[in-house]
């Protein structure tokens, strides 16, 4: 199994960015896929996460509004559109999926079963 984060670097606040997860190994269209972070000295935290279909998405109250998660199947890739950044948003970015075991929010870190190594973004001021 991998996953392969990408588009991660330095830009200025208000700035966007682009990540990209490439997903091989597994049986991705049975997956939910996610997005983490974690900040310098803080516990990792959940981004937003999207279903199979890419018709139902969750975020974090902290980035709804300003990022958006969306999946191509036939390319088993995430991505996660980051617009309007802020210094706050400086972190590890890491993909992650979900066993369709699991119900519930999308939120649950223990529900992931796979994680990419991250991606770095810092957004300065």
């Known amino acids: 199994v991998q996953l392969q984060a990408s588009g991660g670097g330095l830009v200025q606040a208000g700035g966007s960015l682009r990540l990209s997860c490439a997903a091989s190994?597994?049986?991705?269209?049975?997956?939910?896929m996610g997005w983490f972070r974690q900040a310098p000295g803080k516990e990792r935290e959940f981004v937003a996460a999207?279903?199979?279909?890419?018709?139902?998405?969750e975020y974090a109250d902290s980035v709804k509004g300003r990022f958006t998660i969306s999946r191509d199947n036939a390319k088993t890739t995430v991505y996660l559109q980051m617009n309007s950044l802020k210094p706050e948003d400086t972190a590890v970015y890491y993909c992650?999926?979900?066993?369709?075991?699991?119900?519930?929010?999308?939120?649950?870190?223990?529900?992931?079963?796979?994680w990419g190594q991250g991606t770095k973004v810092t957004v300065s001021s």
């Open positions: 992650a999926a979900r066993s369709p075991a699991y119900s519930g929010s999308y939120s649950r870190e223990p529900t992931y079963d796979y």
């Open positions: 190994g597994f049986t991705f269209t049975r997956h939910l």
């Open positions: 999207v279903r199979w279909s890419g018709g139902s998405t």
